[in-house]
């Protein structure tokens, strides 16, 4: 059902930040008993929504649809953060909407060679830059930080003026929006953190987009060699 257009009727308020409960009315509820909608503004009545997660614990053996008005964009930490004010926890919930945030990181060396970071998570295919998910009230550039310690062991700082998204499906009706910043490491010591990523390689901007294989991304390293030399 994720991804679905579906109409909700409204049957209560569950919090003050407009978390609802309700049911489905244009089709057959099925196994899902009950709906909840997340929203920015009131609801009341019959309501035309999206499906944008569904939820399962498995203490409990609980499914639950989550949805938002048509057009509305929830990503999973908002979708968990407004349930946890219900005190409603899930042990997964799959998104229609996921976000990453990460960097083109860049490192000059002694002679003022400009080399970049390539990884390949245990996932990928190819080679790309890191990244990872948006937790909880971070940033987007909190995020990025985060996700290239995390993975690499670099810190970096993020160059001001640089961020460039792109989006596509990596499966099913999930939709994926990928932020890149571009940000500086002085050390090019790498400690990759081997449960997310297999291989690292640090590579000059022209061999950079020989490796990489994703339009974007090759896209994002012509405008980064246009600002860095």
């Not at 244009?26 to 309501?47: P, T």
């Not at 390539?118 to 990244?131: D, M, Q, R």
Request: glycine share 6%.
């Amino acid at each position: 059902m994720l991804g679905r257009n579906v109409k909700i009727e409204i049957l209560g308020t569950l919090t003050d930040c407009y978390l609802y409960s309700g049911f489905i009315t244009s089709e057959k509820r099925g196994n899902f008993k009950q709906v909840y909608i997340i929203s920015d503004k009131e609801l009341y009545g019959e309501v035309e929504c999206t499906i944008v997660g569904i939820a399962s614990s498995e203490k409990n053996s609980r499914t639950r649809l989550i949805a938002a008005p048509v057009g509305c964009i929830y990503y999973e930490p908002e979708i968990r953060k407004r349930l946890s004010r219900k005190s409603i926890e899930f042990d997964k919930i799959v998104c229609m909407y996921e976000k990453s945030c990460g960097a083109v990181v860049y490192h000059r060396t002694r002679l003022g060679v400009i080399k970049i970071l390539l990884v390949k998570n245990h996932n990928g295919k190819c080679w790309t830059f890191p990244k990872g998910h948006v937790e909880q009230n971070e940033t987007e550039q909190q995020t990025a930080i985060r996700e290239i310690k995390e993975e690499t062991g670099l810190d970096v700082v993020i160059e001001p003026g640089f961020r460039r998204t792109s989006t596509y499906r990596p499966f099913g009706k999930t939709k994926k929006q990928v932020v890149f910043f571009l940000a500086k490491a002085d050390e090019s010591a790498v400690s990759v953190q081997k449960s997310e990523i297999d291989y690292y390689l640090w590579a000059t901007l022209d061999e950079a987009m020989h490796i990489c294989k994703y339009d974007n991304d090759t896209k994002i390293l012509r405008e980064v060699k246009r600002r860095l030399l």
